[in-house]
């Protein structure tokens, strides 16, 4: 089966510029999750989605960065205005339904200059 | 809160030898634990979890909820088995939460 896509796979953007990441979760899967992962650091959960639908997004910094998965299929997460901080690789992973198994993306790079 | 720790962030053996990565979790409820691997310049992927209990590529993991450890063992390494290692709890509420990560390197 074709797995998670996500794009672009790198970005450098400047502080206080805007950046969006774009996901394509595997076919039918109903959870969605957004993690950032700090060089150095394991992944940090942004947000996860029952299918449209928010489950946890209780450390998604909500003043800069939002996310939406419309129609419970495709998702995209937006930072603005960026922070140097929020230099990191955020990864997109979606499961059958929550509890199991999570597939992951390659990841995208974000560096803020 | 729950959390995972993985004491070691580097973990240098020779092939052949054993090898047991550390994972520690606190959480209150009924935890799931799984163990992630990241081999180089390829995405996380599923190891193994506790659920299962089943060995994947000579690998295994035993639930400890009386020490609330879920350590990774081998045997005996293979150079393949250079990665990135990540415990991950799962909780009641669907957060699947990851540990810093162990970088393992085994050495020919």
């Known amino acids: 089966e074709a797995g998670v896509a996500q794009s672009p796979r790198y970005k450098i953007i400047e502080k206080r510029q805007s950046v969006a990441f774009w996901c394509n979760p595997i076919?039918?899967?109903?959870?969605l999750y957004w993690y950032q992962q700090i060089l150095g650091q394991g992944p940090k959960l942004l947000i996860q989605?029952?299918?449209?639908?928010?489950?946890?997004d209780s450390q998604l910094p909500k003043d800069r960065f939002s996310a939406e998965r419309l129609k419970g299929v495709d998702s995209t997460l937006k930072i603005q205005p960026a922070k140097l901080e929020d230099s990191a690789v955020y990864l997109c992973a979606s499961s059958s339904y929550a509890g199991t198994e999570a597939f992951f993306g390659q990841g995208t790079r974000l560096t803020v200059v | 809160a729950q959390r995972v720790t993985q004491p070691e962030k580097l973990l240098s053996v020779f092939k052949g030898a054993p090898v047991e990565l550390k994972c520690n979790y606190s959480?209150?409820?009924?935890?799931?634990l799984f163990w992630y691997v990241q081999y180089s310049r390829q995405r996380l992927q599923l190891l193994l979890r506790?659920?299962s209990r089943e060995s994947i590529k000579g690998f295994t993991a035993d639930l400890n909820k009386g020490e609330t450890s879920f350590h990774l063992k081998k045997p005996f390494a293979q150079e393949e088995d250079s990665a990135m290692y990540y415990c991950a709890l799962l909780t009641s509420g669907s957060r699947l939460t990851f540990g810093e990560g162990t970088q393992l390197t085994v050495n020919p």
């Open positions: 989605f029952q299918n449209n639908g928010v489950v946890d």
């Open positions: 506790h659920i």
């Open positions: 076919s039918g899967h109903a959870t």
């Open positions: 959480y209150s409820g009924s935890p799931e």
